[in-house]
């Protein structure tokens, strides 16, 4: 058995770990992230955590929404940080097989985190919709669905999943402990698999507000 956070961190959780631990993101360090320009991601100098998509600097009233212009090293430090301040709790990123059972409601193994079918109203996510191609009309998006954001939404906006859990589905791509591997070219065990020892890139799972159902899967 193992526990998960109900939503992805928001900007104030992740606030209240710079504030406290003087922690420096490596975007902070490089002094870059990429940003959305409307049809691709650009490197942009001074973007952090603090800021949305375009590189904004975020308002408060925005601090509930998922902090992105984070690496895997970010996240594991406030993982480690977490662990620290509750006593009695060991947190870490998930294992990509922990995640996927996580996300797919367990032995159902569905498509995405909502089901199999395509998403419908709450019952859904925060993924490239029809709200996104009137932005731009070449956007490969969910066909007939309307989340009603265009880049990220705030926590939780969606319904949860079996297991209680939101956004496993769209919003922002979400870090897994693992490097990436291809388990069908390496072999690994089908059941919990460890993931490889070391690697060049990390995992990420989920897909984001701006990918289409292949990427969501």
């Not at 059972?101 to 032995?107: S, V």
């Amino acid at each position: 058995d193992f526990e998960m956070g109900k939503t992805e961190v928001t900007v104030a959780q992740f606030k209240a770990f710079i504030e406290d631990s003087k922690y420096q993101t490596e975007a902070d360090k490089e002094g870059w992230s990429y940003v959305w320009t409307g049809s691709t991601f650009d490197k942009k100098n001074g973007v952090n955590w603090r800021c949305d998509a375009y590189g904004k600097i975020r308002p408060e009233n925005e601090f509930n929404h998922p902090v992105i212009h984070v690496s895997w090293n970010d996240a594991t430090a406030y993982c480690d940080w977490l662990s620290k301040k509750v006593p009695g709790r060991k947190y870490r990123l998930p294992t990509e097989a922990e995640w996927e059972y996580a996300a797919g409601n367990g032995a159902k193994h569905t498509k995405y985190s909502w089901g199999n079918g395509p998403p419908s109203g709450k019952k859904g996510g925060n993924v490239a919709d029809e709200t996104a191609k009137k932005q731009d009309p070449s956007w490969n998006i969910f066909e007939g669905y309307t989340d009603g954001f265009v880049y990220t939404a705030p926590v939780g906006s969606f319904a949860p999943n079996d297991f209680g859990l939101f956004d496993m589905t769209g919003n922002v791509w979400e870090w897994c402990r693992d490097w990436y591997a291809n388990y069908e070219d390496t072999g690994k065990p089908t059941f919990d698999p460890p993931g490889p020892v070391t690697g060049s890139s990390r995992v990420l799972r989920g897909g984001s507000w701006y990918r289409n159902a292949e990427y969501c899967r």
